[in-house]
């Protein structure tokens, strides 16, 4: 049979999780990644980095409404997903996170992102007329208070949120995880690390991907790239990328140390049809160079163009990294039988509505989407009520 | 009073929460069956529905009623736990109604290979041919007796 080499099980030699699922864990991961950037604003109180801080919400909240996209569109019926809603049950894992979505959704994003632009949204609704006016008089949901006090207890209750987002961003990318550590059934997957795992790339590359968000937006405006603010993210970058990939290794070193009755054909597999998106695409261009890049602008000091130059290509191979990843972790799963005795092959469609373009279109999209929140919401740090530039991101 | 007053636009908020809460709720009570929940995480009164439904197959006791002389081959044969409708198909029509309904004729060399196409996933002692090689596109009954397929002597049973 094409494709197959082996004995495979009929039921494996096509794969059911497509593309499609790769994309989704890359972009929910995107989205708790972004947001995790943002905290390190308000609780850990990392000044630098606050020119990113609202750039980071809208990214995250961008990102967050596309989610599920892939995910409806690969099971089709996507009228079906508020079943899940309206019946959960409660050994659902699904339907569960369905919860988590919505909480994230509704309770996190939306709400931090009301508090921290209220201000901006009142006094643009007062400084104009007609449907912009309507418009941003219902995004203030009739509020006119921008007083002192009022702002304070913004801040404070945006603090909250925040501190209560962080777990609520781990669970939301923990379940992903999840999902795949709990099929007991598939040992390429079946793994307790994996959710801590996926969160820790899902760091990784939301960070990447605000860094670059940011540096390409603050480039098209004509404006200076704020040094100290891409240095710190690109540090924390460093770090969260180590940890996440020396949990990686831990878990390759564990399946190679414990060598089960499923590790020769797993081996096979990473060694032939794996050794291009895993070996190297995932290690070697995606990880190991960006450490390395990394690692040495913590500790040499180049230009600030050599940085930035640095930065983009360090952050655009970590996207490649995570996504590869995604790709290993998803369709790897899927490419050897439960015999231990075959391995199928993955046929991508090109056009279909589980294809490269619809991946492509869906992992593209939240930018577009990002880009409306922006003209509706501007993030830029000289924008924000009573910004200094004497006193830059310290005031923010 | 005053922190009233400034904090009172996050009420605004928490008020859109409850409208989109209680909107889901209305939804809710409007879209899930009546009956969900009844007995399990289902719809209840799908169990009724699903009785209602007219009964296909008329079970093995119904054929052996009549056909008393092929009960009594099978039973002697390979394929005695195999029930007469799994191979020809659901036949409660034909039980109610023996004379003006009849089953159709079987082609033995698709229906056969059903079961007993060779492949590495069935047990090794289950009987399984690769039929272009084995037969050469005969029906199986050329030589074997479907209700007791077993080759004895030669000759066909």
């Known amino acids: 049979m094409g494709g197959v080499e082996g004995y495979m099980y009929p039921n494996e030699i096509n794969l059911y999780w497509s593309v499609l699922i790769v994309v989704y864990p890359y972009v929910t991961g995107l989205v708790a990644g972004a947001f995790i950037l943002a905290s390190l604003v308000r609780i850990f109180n990392v000044r630098e980095v606050a020119p990113t801080y609202r750039l980071a919400l809208l990214t995250a909240l961008a990102f967050l409404i596309v989610a599920p996209l892939p995910l409806l569109l690969h099971l089709g019926h996507p009228e079906r997903c508020f079943e899940m809603y309206f019946t959960p049950h409660d050994t659902s894992a699904m339907a569960m996170f369905g919860y988590v979505y919505i909480w994230y959704l509704m309770a996190v994003l939306l709400f931090e992102i009301w508090l921290d632009f209220r201000q901006d949204i009142i006094l643009t609704a007062r400084s104009s007329t007609g449907l912009k006016r309507l418009l941003y008089r219902l995004l203030s949901l009739g509020s006119n208070n921008i007083s002192e006090h009022a702002l304070a207890v913004d801040e404070r209750a945006g603090w909250i949120v925040t501190l209560i987002g962080i777990p609520s961003a781990f669970l939301l990318h923990g379940y992903v995880g999840f999902i795949f550590g709990s099929i007991k059934a598939n040992p390429w997957w079946s793994s307790p690390l994996m959710p801590v795992v996926f969160i820790f790339s899902a760091m990784v590359s939301g960070i990447a991907l605000v860094l670059m968000v940011y540096m390409f937006t603050t480039r098209v405006r004509g404006r200076q790239i704020d040094m100290p603010c891409v240095d710190t993210i690109a540090k924390y970058l460093f770090y969260i990328f180590i940890i996440d990939f020396v949990l990686e290794m831990l878990d390759l070193v564990h399946r190679i140390y414990v060598a089960d009755e499923s590790f020769r054909s797993i081996s096979f597999m990473v060694h032939t049809k794996l050794y291009f998106s895993q070996i190297v695409l995932q290690i070697y261009v995606g990880t190991l160079v960006p450490l390395l890049l990394l690692g040495i602008i913590q500790i040499t000091r180049f230009s600030p163009s050599v940085r930035k130059a640095i930065y983009v290509v360090s952050a655009a191979l970590v996207e490649v990294a995570v996504l590869s990843m995604r790709w290993n972790v998803v369709i790897g799963g899927q490419l050897f039988s439960k015999s231990f005795l075959g391995y199928t092959t993955y046929k991508i469609g090109l056009i279909t509505h589980e294809g490269v373009f619809m991946a492509a279109f869906l992992t593209l999209l939240p930018l577009g989407i990002l880009w409306v929140l922006v003209k509706i919401l501007p993030p830029w740090p000289e924008r924000k009520p009573g910004f200094n530039h004497a006193r830059d991101a310290s005031t923010l | ?157």
């Open chain 2, 1 to 157: 009073m005053k922190t009233f007053r400034d904090s009172e636009h996050l009420l605004r908020f928490a008020l859109l929460f409850a409208i989109v809460f209680v909107l889901f709720l209305v939804v809710r009570h409007f879209v899930v069956p009546r009956s969900f929940g009844e007995y399990g995480h289902y719809r209840g009164a799908a169990i009724a529905e699903i009785a209602a439904r007219p009964i296909h197959f008329a079970g093995q006791s119904a054929c052996e009623t009549c056909h008393t002389d092929i009960a009594a081959t099978k039973k002697a044969g390979m394929h005695a736990g195999v029930h007469c409708e799994a191979c020809h198909g659901p036949l409660a029509s034909h039980a109610a109604n023996p004379a003006s309904v009849q089953p159709p004729k079987l082609d033995t060399a698709v229906l056969c290979v059903r079961c007993h196409a060779a492949s590495a996933a069935k047990p090794k002692n289950f009987p399984q041919v690769a039929a272009a090689q084995h037969s050469g596109g005969l029906a199986c009954e050329t030589c074997h007796h479907p209700h007791s397929p077993a080759i004895q002597g030669g000759g066909a049973k």
